[in-house]
């Protein structure tokens, strides 16, 4: 089988991560942006901004983590740190949506990790900046 890198962004760092530790062949992965509270906390910050109750957002927790199967209830942190896949960290300091030092966390819990900080640029737009995409290319290349 071939061994292929993932370039993901925001919650598909999440995906990318799951995908890796129930055994797709990544040679390499990239997360850009990568959501870095728990799962309990962003649901809950989540249903906060949608104007739903606690109860409610934790109640479509529950139901998006019944539809991961096997993976259900895993933190994001704990899958990261359970990977021996090389990760490239990507984060921007100007980031308003995830907070760098969650970021850092996760970088530091991972043993064979790099982290390449941006300035100037959005969540969403980190994943189109041409000092990213230039990182991310030297990443893939070695």
Known sequence: MTRTAVVAHSLGCWAGALAISEGALVRLFVLIAPPGISAHARWRGVGERLGLAPEQADRAREAFWARLGP??????????????????????????????????????????????PVEGVNHRETARDAAVLAAIATFLEE
């Open 71 to 116: 993976s259900r209830g895993r933190e994001f942190a704990d899958v990261l740190s359970s990977l021996s896949t090389p990760m490239l960290f990507v984060h921007s300091l100007d980031d308003k949506l995830t907070p760098l030092e969650h970021t850092r966390a996760l970088y530091a819990a991972c043993e064979d990790a790099a982290f390449f």
